[in-house]
């Protein structure tokens, strides 16, 4: 499960980069920054419910902080 999430997260990343990257060639002019960018934000947010969805499923569990469990 981590692996999958892991590798989400490097598309994001790889999106984001080509994003400013056609930015900066296109000087702003070019609908690759704008294509880049909506893959971008559609992929964090299918990210985003994937892990609502994994947590609610026990496929992966939250973690719980320390201070809740004090004597």
Known sequence: MKYLIIVILLFILFSLGS???YLVKGKGQSQNTVRFLTVRVALSVL?????ILAAYMGWI???QPNFLNRP
């Not at 990210?47 to 892990?51: A, D, G, R, Y």
């Open 19 to 21: 994003a400013m990257f």
């Open 47 to 51: 990210l985003f419910l994937f892990i």
């Open 61 to 63: 569990e939250p973690h």
